[in-house]
């Protein structure tokens, strides 16, 4: 029986043409797979093949925490717990005139808020002037040098006042420089930001500043009392022997 000519498959699968084609293909395969490999994961989505940074990220915002404010106003107490220092506290309510700058050491210095008409300023006491009751006939209450009342501010054991006007940034040598003092002050001359240059008895100079004018009217609205606030500093040399 003589032998089957190869059938038309056999023949198509032979011929070079088809056999180059092949080999074609399995090349572009081998190359695509090698390419495939090459990829990192970080870099593929698994779930829709879209690239991601391999650096995770945020979606939500930073927000920053405030910042804890420090306030240049001083708490409404008594009395202020300033140490002594160069210069009298600064800055204590805003927009008022600030104190000057000097050399000469400090004996004492503080910010005082109280009301009127029973407190009044020891301004040496402890390094730092402070509220004391004002005796006022009562024969267990403590000695103010200074007192405030509807009147105004009046000194006492020998303490004087000198009323600034004009002088910017006053100074221990503004004080020091002092002519025509007096013994007390109305409210209508210690007015807000007003600057005291005071003398005590022992010759030593000091400076103070209206922070705060009493409201006269406030008595009458209720029972709360007029109250006022200073700062001011009292300086260690004595000027008059």
Not at 225 to 236: D, N, Y
Request: proline letters at 9%; glycine letters at 10%; aromatic letters at 4%.
């Amino acid at each position: 029986m003589p032998p089957r000519p190869p059938g038309r498959l056999a023949t198509t699968w032979s011929h070079p043409l088809v056999i180059a084609a092949v080999l074609l293909l399995i090349l572009l395969l081998i190359v695509a797979l090698a390419w495939a490999l090459s990829r990192t994961p970080e870099t593929l989505d698994g779930a829709g093949g879209e690239e991601t940074s391999s650096t995770p990220s945020s979606s939500a915002s930073s927000v920053a925490l405030p910042t804890p404010s420090i306030s240049s106003d001083p708490a409404p107490t008594s009395a202020s717990e300033s140490p002594i220092g160069d210069e009298a506290p600064t800055g204590s309510t805003s927009g008022l005139p600030v104190f000057g700058t000097s050399n000469v050491p400090a004996r004492s210095n503080g910010v005082v808020r109280l009301d009127l008409n029973g407190y009044g300023i020891e301004v040496d006491s402890a390094g730092q002037w402070a509220s004391a009751r004002n005796r006022g006939g009562d024969p267990d209450g403590e000695d103010s040098d200074i007192t405030f009342t509807d009147s105004g501010v009046a000194g006492r054991e020998g303490i004087q006042f000198a009323l600034l006007a004009g002088v910017e940034r006053p100074n221990f040598d503004t004080c020091k420089a002092q002519r025509g003092w007096t013994p007390s002050l109305t409210w209508n001359e210690a007015k807000r930001g007003a600057f005291v240059c005071i003398r005590t008895s022992e010759g030593r100079r000091g400076l103070m500043r209206i922070d705060e004018a009493p409201d006269l009217d406030a008595g009458n609205a209720g029972d709360t009392e007029p109250s006022t606030q200073v700062t001011g500093i009292l300086w260690t040399p004595i000027v008059d022997e």
